[in-house]
């Protein structure tokens, strides 16, 4: 963990390295994902199952990359009623606050009498990654698949590792939930592969989305191109600003709460209260003493953790937007006030009692964010990453004469001739036919 402040001669150069640190270890993972990548396309199937032994010691064949709705139906009835209350609680407010975002195609009849518009079409496949590692993430399942819903995607194929064959039976019931019928026990950067290029049991998909692990993360990056990639949502990370007006445990909660997810995951708190800094960073080491997973989470604390100490929480957000994280954590009196200031973050919580695990789950926006700075360009998933616009435009002779004498002179000064004689050549019709009539 590094402790910094902003009035230490040096802390430029520290804060520069800290905000490289996380890209330069992403790219240790650039070549055997470019291996796996390839492995998938040449091979298909025989690679899938044999990379699918090698990192998830698992034995499958392509008969067996599927779940069948029987296994399906049998881990649904293995889920407490009460489990699926609340996973009944999350698919509701997901689904409302993406029905929100629908968008509305637009479409005008300009002033030259050309109609113009845009249409939203959803996607015909997408490919859901739902991570499952080092944990097991239902609540990514409906992530990713409500909102492909919500667009009115039609096939949607999910991929999940299951390490040693095990599967948490709340992934599939929450599949089931969804309204995902295609499941493949596939992981990592060769289930990418898989939905990307295709095998012989794995049709290709148009867009890759979800969450998973440097190497998942890498992998989309890599296929993107081939096919489309909703954003870089790989090793999670957080920035909590908060003053001694909460209570230093919860803070330290708040940033082991992203540090469990992966060894990778980079947890930062920003506070001007140097003493408020050190309590946390005190109560941070006691729950390391006590949660369960503590072996990843120190880990990721003692590589990637942070906690800077500024001037004033102007300074603070200044920071924030240059570290522009996955998560960011506004635990003040007015996070308003702060928050008119946050120019990049994937998704924000404002105040003490709104925690950043209340989203992951239950809050309603979506949990699949972009990480590793990418917040600077990119968003979090929503439903207009199931969809495409198509613009069209529709015109008849009076507009084509109005505007097209413009098209043919700047096709001329492109030297393009086929463009201008394709506009011309019809004003040469419509003038014919004037002067005949
Ligand atoms: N950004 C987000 O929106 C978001 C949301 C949820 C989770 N996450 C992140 O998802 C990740 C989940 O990671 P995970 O590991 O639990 O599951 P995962 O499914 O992402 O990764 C597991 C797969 O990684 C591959 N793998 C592991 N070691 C490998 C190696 N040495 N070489 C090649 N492939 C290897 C294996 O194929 C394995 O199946 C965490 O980093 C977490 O922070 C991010
Ligand atoms: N914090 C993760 C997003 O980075 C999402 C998640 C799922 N389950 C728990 N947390
Ligand atoms: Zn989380």
């Given at each position: 963990m590094k402790r910094l402040d902003t009035?230490?001669?040096?802390f430029e150069t520290a804060f520069t390295a800290l905000l490289d640190s996380r890209e330069e270890q992403g790219q240790e993972v650039n070549k055997p994902v470019a291996d796996i990548l390839s492995a998938v396309r040449r091979e298909g199937d025989a690679a899938l199952c044999a990379l699918t032994e090698r990192f998830d010691n698992l034995a499958v064949t392509p008969q067996t990359l599927a779940f069948t709705p029987d296994e399906v139906a049998q881990a649904r009835a293995q889920v407490s009623q009460d489990l699926l209350d609340a996973l009944d609680v999350a698919a509701r407010r997901i689904e409302d606050f993406h029905r929100k975002q629908l968008p509305a195609d637009i479409r005008y009849t300009d002033d030259v009498g050309m109609t113009l518009g845009m249409r939203w079409i959803p996607l015909d496949a997408a490919g859901l990654y739902v991570p499952g590692g080092k944990a097991a993430y239902p609540s990514s399942v409906l992530m990713n698949a409500i909102p492909a819903k919500v667009a009115g995607v039609q096939r949607l194929a999910m991929c999940v590792p299951t390490p040693s064959g095990v599967i948490n039976p709340l992934v599939l019931a929450a599949a089931d939930r969804a309204g995902i019928t295609e499941i493949y026990r596939v992981g990592g950067a060769q289930a990418v592969g898989a939905m990307a290029y295709g095998t012989q049991t794995i049709r290709p998909v148009d867009r890759i989305v979800g969450p998973g692990n440097a190497y998942v993360a890498e992998a989309k990056r890599q296929v993107f191109g081939h096919v489309g990639i909703d954003s870089i949502a790989g090793p999670s990370d957080v920035v909590v600003i908060a003053?001694?007006?909460?209570d230093p445990r919860v803070i330290a909660l708040d940033l082991l709460a992203q540090a469990?997810?992966?060894?990778?995951a980079q947890s930062t708190l920003i506070t001007p209260d140097a003493a408020f800094a050190d309590t946390v960073i005190e109560a941070v080491e006691k729950e390391l003493g006590v949660l369960s997973r503590a072996a990843i989470a120190g880990a990721s604390w003692a590589r990637n953790g942070a906690v800077l100490i500024t001037r004033d929480m102007r300074e603070a957000v200044e920071l924030a937007n240059r570290l522009a994280p996955e998560h960011l954590e506004?635990?003040?009196?007015?996070p308003e006030a702060l928050f008119a200031h946050v120019?990049?973050?994937g998704a924000a919580f404002l105040g003490r009692f709104c925690p950043e695990a209340v989203g992951d789950y239950v809050?309603?926006?979506?949990?699949?964010l972009p990480t590793s700075r990418t917040a600077r360009f990119a968003s979090g998933l929503s439903v207009h990453d199931f969809m495409k616009r198509t613009t069209f435009l529709s015109g008849g002779p009076d507009a084509l004469r109005r505007i097209g004498p413009s098209a043919v002179a700047l096709a001329h000064a492109e030297g393009l001739e086929a463009h201008a004689l394709s506009v011309s050549a019809r004003l040469d019709a419509l003038a014919a036919k004037t002067a005949n009539a």
């Amino acid at each position: 963990m590094k402790r910094l402040d902003t009035r230490d001669a040096d802390f430029e150069t520290a804060f520069t390295a800290l905000l490289d640190s996380r890209e330069e270890q992403g790219q240790e993972v650039n070549k055997p994902v470019a291996d796996i990548l390839s492995a998938v396309r040449r091979e298909g199937d025989a690679a899938l199952c044999a990379l699918t032994e090698r990192f998830d010691n698992l034995a499958v064949t392509p008969q067996t990359l599927a779940f069948t709705p029987d296994e399906v139906a049998q881990a649904r009835a293995q889920v407490s009623q009460d489990l699926l209350d609340a996973l009944d609680v999350a698919a509701r407010r997901i689904e409302d606050f993406h029905r929100k975002q629908l968008p509305a195609d637009i479409r005008y009849t300009d002033d030259v009498g050309m109609t113009l518009g845009m249409r939203w079409i959803p996607l015909d496949a997408a490919g859901l990654y739902v991570p499952g590692g080092k944990a097991a993430y239902p609540s990514s399942v409906l992530m990713n698949a409500i909102p492909a819903k919500v667009a009115g995607v039609q096939r949607l194929a999910m991929c999940v590792p299951t390490p040693s064959g095990v599967i948490n039976p709340l992934v599939l019931a929450a599949a089931d939930r969804a309204g995902i019928t295609e499941i493949y026990r596939v992981g990592g950067a060769q289930a990418v592969g898989a939905m990307a290029y295709g095998t012989q049991t794995i049709r290709p998909v148009d867009r890759i989305v979800g969450p998973g692990n440097a190497y998942v993360a890498e992998a989309k990056r890599q296929v993107f191109g081939h096919v489309g990639i909703d954003s870089i949502a790989g090793p999670s990370d957080v920035v909590v600003i908060a003053d001694s007006g909460s209570d230093p445990r919860v803070i330290a909660l708040d940033l082991l709460a992203q540090a469990e997810h992966d060894e990778l995951a980079q947890s930062t708190l920003i506070t001007p209260d140097a003493a408020f800094a050190d309590t946390v960073i005190e109560a941070v080491e006691k729950e390391l003493g006590v949660l369960s997973r503590a072996a990843i989470a120190g880990a990721s604390w003692a590589r990637n953790g942070a906690v800077l100490i500024t001037r004033d929480m102007r300074e603070a957000v200044e920071l924030a937007n240059r570290l522009a994280p996955e998560h960011l954590e506004l635990m003040v009196d007015d996070p308003e006030a702060l928050f008119a200031h946050v120019r990049h973050a994937g998704a924000a919580f404002l105040g003490r009692f709104c925690p950043e695990a209340v989203g992951d789950y239950v809050g309603g926006p979506n949990h699949v964010l972009p990480t590793s700075r990418t917040a600077r360009f990119a968003s979090g998933l929503s439903v207009h990453d199931f969809m495409k616009r198509t613009t069209f435009l529709s015109g008849g002779p009076d507009a084509l004469r109005r505007i097209g004498p413009s098209a043919v002179a700047l096709a001329h000064a492109e030297g393009l001739e086929a463009h201008a004689l394709s506009v011309s050549a019809r004003l040469d019709a419509l003038a014919a036919k004037t002067a005949n009539a």
